[in-house]
């Protein structure tokens, strides 16, 4: 992730709203892809203060009314051309069930490219449901930044993908004393994906709460953007894989068809991984099925695009990246090297392992070959 200038000089970045030093209200403008310095049109709105840019804004429904976005929506370029997003802006209703908590959400104000993909968001009747939706935001804002820059499809309506990214941060527990306690009579939300629609509890934007479970599960990271990124690995199997390359990606993750899901998370949860898990997997959790090894190391994937990102544009890269695979795990292992030692001077966890196995790296070079052919919007299937 890069940072950003305002019009006064201050660096900006991604998740700021107003400048530090000016005080000036900052946004994300789609046309020039940058957290940029608003400047307040007379009629209404405001305008991009980039040089060249200077497209006519507003700010998405969830940034001037909910205060849990900082990205604009255009409404008209430099020409004053319009641009067709005012009246439909592809948000469809999710009927709340009796058994969880979170309310739908339709308004006539536009939503940015981002918060559109939104079926539900919590309860904001609820207390703190608002500051752990904007965290889900800010976390859902980061992974379509890394979506974007390696130019993968994500379509939010059945117009525009086959399998269009929806989601839904929805409750089964309510605060107690500061705990979570279950709510009786309704059922738990699982954290999942399943047609498109990504399921994110919203008690994993209570840090107290996930660190216990990543304690609990024996999870060497457990963060809300580790939970995105997992969980658009299996959009992304869905999306590019199903019916297209299954075969190919059996060679390298496994038969997902058998043993059936089902019964791979029932041996997982009775047997756990096996100790020479680490041999062929990203992770522990990778060993349960072909599925959760695809979305484990696609979220690993991202994990290096995104790291990679920022050290690239700060300079704590020496390595020579060519888009290659080769040069991106090199460049992301000289980086891991540094951020850990970082890391262990400040008590903190590892950023990235020290090795990573043969059979891992095949899989990643799966990946790479898969995103990049998705990226050119290579629409031939590419079985056999």
Known sequence: ?????????????????????????????????????????????????????????????????????????????????????????????????????????????????????????????????????????????????????????????????????????????????????????????????????????????????RERLRVDMNESHRTLIGHFRHEVGHYYWDLLVKDQDEQACKAVFGDHDNPTYSEALEQYYQQGAPQDWAERHISAYSTMHAWEDFAESFAYYLDMVSVLDTALYIGLSRAEYDGTLDSMLLAYHQVGQAVNELNRDMGLLDLAPAVLAPPVREKLDYLHTLIARAGTKESAPLDD
């Not at 957290?35 to 203060?49: K, M, R, S």
């Not at 309310?103 to 939503?111: A, M, Q």
């Open 1 to 209: 992730m890069q940072t950003f200038s305002c019009g006064c000089g201050n660096p900006l970045f991604f998740e700021n709203t107003r400048c530090v030093a000016c005080e000036s209200e900052v946004g994300w403008c789609p046309s020039c892809r940058a957290i940029v310095a608003l400047d307040p049109l007379e009629q209404g709105g405001y305008q991009c203060t980039t040089a060249g840019c200077d497209a006519h804004l507003t700010k998405c429904h969830n940034y001037a009314v909910e205060n849990v976005c900082n990205r604009m929506v255009v409404t008209a370029t430099v020409e004053d051309a319009p641009m067709d997003q005012a009246s439909d802006n592809g948000f469809t209703s999710h009927t709340s069930s009796a058994d969880t908590t979170g309310i739908d959400v339709l308004g006539s104000d536009p939503l940015c490219d981002c918060c559109r993909h939104n079926d539900m968001i919590p309860d904001l009747s609820v207390e703190g449901s608002r500051e752990r939706w904007a965290a889900l935001e800010a976390a859902k804002r980061r992974l379509f930044y890394t979506l974007d820059l390696l130019k993968l499809p994500h379509g939010a309506t059945p117009q525009e993908s086959h399998v269009p990214l929806r989601f839904s941060f929805m409750a089964d527990a309510l605060p107690d004393q500061g705990l979570w306690r279950s709510v009786a009579g309704q059922q738990k939300v699982y954290t999942g994906h399943a047609n498109g629609l990504i399921t994110i509890n919203v008690k994993e934007a209570d840090a107290v709460e």
